[in-house]
């Protein structure tokens, strides 16, 4: 069962920007290592950014770097993705995670799939 609720995915334009939203619960983000990663299809899954809970330090995959941003509202439990200049190689599932257990670095992105806790995923579309 999820424990984390992705939403924000949507079908948009090649430039433009989406920004994804994972809500968690208090329980999660007291302190965790949260993050993203993208299964598009017949592809592997990919990690593409975390950050700790309890740190302003963010890391991210060198595939993406420049157009994700990755950020937090501790008030409002949540975890953002902030996509910018869309492409259409973009166009994938994107899910949130998070592990209790794991601090966060640049050597846990690619285990970002095999986190804890995951969400059901939301879907983005990038069309030319």
């Known amino acids: 069962q999820a424990q984390l609720a992705e939403s924000g995915g949507g079908s948009v334009q090649r430039g433009d920007s989406l920004t994804l939203s994972c809500a968690a619960p208090?329980?999660?983000?007291?302190?965790?290592?949260m993050g993203w990663f993208r299964q598009a299809p017949g592809k592997e899954r990919e990690g593409i950014a975390c950050?700790?809970?309890?740190?302003?330090?963010?890391y991210y995959a060198d595939s993406v770097q420049g157009r994700f941003t990755i950020y937090q509202d501790k008030a409002k439990n949540t975890l953002f993705l902030q996509i910018d200049s869309l492409k259409p190689e973009d166009t994938a599932t994107y899910y949130c995670?998070?592990?209790?257990?794991?601090?966060?670095?640049?050597?846990?992105?690619?285990?970002?799939?095999?986190?804890?806790?995951r969400g059901q995923g939301t879907q983005v579309t990038v069309s030319s």
């Open positions: 950050m700790s809970t309890t740190a302003v330090w963010t």
């Open positions: 995670a998070a592990d209790t257990s794991r601090s966060c670095g640049y050597d846990v992105i690619a285990r970002l799939p095999d986190f804890e806790y």
């Open positions: 208090g329980y999660i983000t007291r302190r965790a290592c």
